[in-house]
């Protein structure tokens, strides 16, 4: 499918495009393009294209989607992630999560293979891992995905259960799935991409004051308590806090907190036109040398180039380019 954009140009956007990432839904999957065919397949779904392709570009789902990138290299977008990728990448996005792969070393003729994909939704094994136990061993897979993971030395690996999956059906690929979900569960080399992640609490009250703090910075990062006012309302000496933050999300609450207030600049500079100057102050820093140190030591880019990056997310030009 050809991804449609708004009618009315955002300024300092290429004409005509929304910033906000395409949708995609069963009605947009075509077979020509790759898909297999949705009366044809059950809880998983696989895919394989080439490049250039009409599928590439800024989206998302409702599906989980792992990836494997087989041919080029080139930009790739999760979230808020920008970095490089090349032949033998392998991520998996969870739901919602926008990303695209914008390869940068196509031949003219282009490529007849270059992702190798497998779509899953979420609510089927959610529902599972109630009833049978030994499901629940992907869950920590499943909520490390909302952040998008990039897989270290499993390509190879990754193409074997890929192609295992695709040439089967009912459920012997359910089987297959489950074999390569194992794999990805256990595989200890990895990385989140987009924004931070909580590590484990060793208890359900400690679990329901950490989701409870970070909930709160998340949805208000301007407005984050200082360590002391939180440490004080959990009747906590500042320094027992400290270790009790750290031990569950593995960042200092600072360092927490200015990970959050990023990547809501990050957010403001791929959906707004507003001044880097007014985003610095709107996620909560009171200093823009401050602001464009900390954005500069997590994402490796200052935030201006940060935004003409992220531009490119769609698969064309940044603006003014």
């Known amino acids: 499918m050809v991804a449609t954009y708004s009618s009315h140009p955002q300024a300092g956007s290429p004409a005509g495009r929304s910033k906000a990432p395409e949708l995609e839904a ?3 999957r075509n077979p020509s393009l790759g898909y297999e065919p949705t009366n044809e397949v059950g809880f998983i779904r696989c895919l394989d294209h080439g490049y250039p392709t009409p599928l590439a ?11 494997l990138i087989t041919a080029t290299s080139g930009k790739a977008f999760v979230g808020d992630w920008i970095g490089p990728f090349e032949a033998g990448q392998l991520v998996l996005c969870g739901p919602r999560l926008p990303h695209n792969w914008i390869s940068l070393d196509v031949p003219e003729e282009g490529v007849a293979r270059r992702d190798l994909v497998i779509q899953f939704r979420h609510e089927p094994l959610e ?12 869950l920590p897979l499943m909520e490390r995905a909302r952040h998008g993971i990039e897989f270290f030395g499993l390509s ?18 359910f089987s297959a799935f489950c074999d390569f979900m194992t794999d990805l569960a256990r595989w200890g080399d990895y990385r989140l991409l987009s924004n931070v992640q909580m590590r484990g609490v060793e208890n359900d ?10 909930n709160r910075i998340t949805e ?5 308590q200082s360590a002391a006012e939180v440490a004080a309302e959990l009747a906590m000496s500042e320094s027992r806090f400290s270790r009790f933050f750290r031990r569950a999300t593995g960042n200092t609450y600072t360092d927490f907190v200015n990970r959050v207030r990023i990547n809501r600049a990050c957010q403001l500079l791929m959906t707004s036109d507003r001044y880097v100057t007014n985003i610095c102050y709107d996620v909560g820093f009171n ?4 602001f464009n140190r900390r954005f500069l030591e997590l994402k490796g880019m200052t935030p201006s180039e940060f935004r003409k990056q992220a531009e490119t997310r769609f698969g064309g030009a940044p603006a003014g380019v």
């Not at 570009?57 to 990836?67: F, G, K, S």
């Not at 009250?205 to 970070?214: A, G």
């Not at 208000?220 to 984050?224: A, D, E, I, L, V």
């Open 127 to 138: 529902k599972a891992c109630q009833s049978i136990p030994e499901l629940g061993e992907l």
């Open 220 to 224: 208000n990062p301007s407005h984050s």
């Open 57 to 67: 570009r800024w989206h998302c789902h409702d599906e989980y989607e792992l990836h």
């Open 205 to 214: 009250t400690e679990l329901d004051q950490i989701n409870t703090i970070v």
């Open 26 to 28: 069963d009605y947009n």
């Open 156 to 173: 190879d690996q990754a193409e074997t259960h890929w192609r295992a999956i695709k040439g089967s059906r009912g459920l012997k690929r």
């Open 287 to 290: 200093n823009v040398a401050n």
